[in-house]
């Protein structure tokens, strides 16, 4: 149980919580930008086509059963969604990697080590008396 509260608590996981539901909220609001207002003027250019409604029917409806339809609007649309998520993410991942590089400017070599400067007195030393 202590091992699960030191994991919990440390602040990766929370970050990566937070991640989460940022993440399911941006999903939300691009579902919504592309339902209602990507895809309406794309399906008006294709001749008023709602893309939510487009479906195969593979057996009409009977009295005993319902229609079988193989809704592929609804991918079209989630296909759009996915896009336009992956190449949000795409642009916030690159940004991060860029400001990384920035921090990570080329820093000046370390100096030598106390046991080098030692070693290399030790060597002249030995120089000077052959």
Known sequence: MKEFKEFAVKGNVV???????????????????????LMPPIGLMLGGVKFSELALTLQE????AEAVMINYGIFVQTLVDFIIIAFAI??????????KRKEEAPKTPPG???????LGEIRDLLKQKS
Request: charged share 20%; hydrophobic share 55%; net charge negative.
């Open 61 to 64: 409806a009977t009295e005993e």
């Open 15 to 37: 970050d990566m919580a937070v991640g989460i539901v940022i993440g399911a909220a941006f999903g939300k609001i691009v579902t919504a930008f592309v339902d209602g207002v």
């Open 112 to 118: 030598p080590s106390k046991e080098e400067l030692l």
């Open 90 to 99: 795409f642009l916030v991942v690159k940004g991060i990697n860029n400001l």
